[in-house]
């Protein structure tokens, strides 16, 4: 597998496509301030009774932190007439919005095709640059040859050539996105999410410099952060909720809450929502994380039943946390 590896980082680093940056960008002191943006994952809105409410929190403390732009990361709502007012708050935002397609944003029968019109994408996959920064939207939705059932977790050669093409073609420093991880291929992350990785890696080598900085994801529903090969992988847990499933459900605010939302006591809900502000200060070479933390609603997942190394409870925690790592 190594030497499959090292063949395939030896091919895509020979690419003729890409521009010779040099390795002296991260470097240029004063010439590209920090960004700042804020990021919110996996709210639920057609899970949650209070979304709109959690969604209003976070847009109004990214509107007081003046941020660059705001991002929402996955399982956000289905493209439904019911949901605007909801997808309105998020554009309520004084400034730029994206937006990452979930697995649950097409639930109920609607076409991704549907989900990327309602919330005003340019495509599944995109990309953008701004201020000296270029950012990288992925969709972990395509449907592989041998799909087993369940939702699909995937990405098709189209957009692994696309995603390919896109990192070699600049010269900034890069942020990705994606719903689902890249890293965790056996957890419920992009089944071959080891692919997207030796493309950053191979670009980062044929670079010269750390052009990739991290890839973040959502999904999980946890808090953590990994580093692989270098590139750094936050995991921004959900504004909302831990599903805990069948065996553990619990009735958590009250019966009428729970007939008009049926699938919350599936859930272990945090009181308040969660999310991130995220800095990326080159003449530092830092990316910094400020997390919003809260409690669970009612009993923790290992009060239910099992024990806290059943639930991996290091990382399930009602909380986004505060990190900083250098690069």
């Known amino acids: 597998m190594e030497m499959q590896r090292r063949d395939f980082l030896k091919g895509l680093a020979g690419l003729s496509v890409a521009p010779l940056c ?19 994952a ?30 929402q990361i996955g399982d956000f709502c289905v493209p439904k007439e019911a949901n ?12 730029p919005q994206y937006h990452v397609i979930g ?8 076409r991704r095709e549907q989900t990327v019109e309602y919330y005003g994408m340019p495509d599944r996959f995109y990309s953008w640059d701004q201020q000296g920064f270029h950012f990288v939207v992925l969709d972990g939705n395509d449907r592989p040859a041998d799909h087993q059932g369940g939702y699909p977790r995937y990405m098709a050669q189209d957009q692994l050539e696309w995603l390919k093409q896109d990192i070699a073609s600049t010269c900034k420093p890069t942020l990705v996105f994606s719903h689902q991880s890249l890293e ?23 670079a010269g410099f750390k052009k990739v900085l991290a890839c973040f994801s959502g999904h999980h529903h946890r808090d953590y952060l990994r580093t692989i090969e270098g590139i750094h992988y936050p995991q921004i847990n959900s504004a909302s909720y831990f599903w805990v499933g069948g065996s553990f459900q619990k009735v958590r605010y009250s019966e009428e809450i ?40 009612g009993p923790a997942p290992w009060e239910l039943g099992e024990d806290k ?8 925690t009602p909380d986004v946390s505060d990190r900083g790592v250098v690069f």
Request: charged share 30%; no cysteine.
């Open 42 to 71: 996996d709210v639920h809105q057609d899970i949650m009774h209070d979304a709109e409410e959690r969604l209003q929190v976070f847009v109004d403390a990214m509107r007081e932190a003046d941020v660059d732009f705001i991002l």
């Open 309 to 316: 190394d059943y639930w991996d409870a290091a990382t399930l």
């Open 258 to 297: 729970d007939r008009k939302h049926p699938y919350i006591k599936y859930t272990v809900p945090y009181k308040d929502p969660v999310f991130a502000l995220v800095t990326v200060d080159l003449e530092q070479k830092e990316l910094r994380i400020e997390g919003r933390r809260s409690e669970f609603v």
């Open 184 to 206: 965790r291929e056996n957890q419920g992350g992009v089944q071959n999410g080891a692919d997207a990785r030796m493309i950053l890696e191979a670009e980062n080598e044929r």
């Open 22 to 40: 040099g390795s002296t960008l991260l470097a240029q002191d004063g010439k590209v301030r920090p960004i700042r943006f804020g990021v919110i």
């Open 103 to 110: 697995n649950h944003d097409t639930d109920g029968g609607y």
């Open 84 to 95: 605007r007012n909801f997808l309105n708050i998020f554009k309520s935002f004084p400034g």
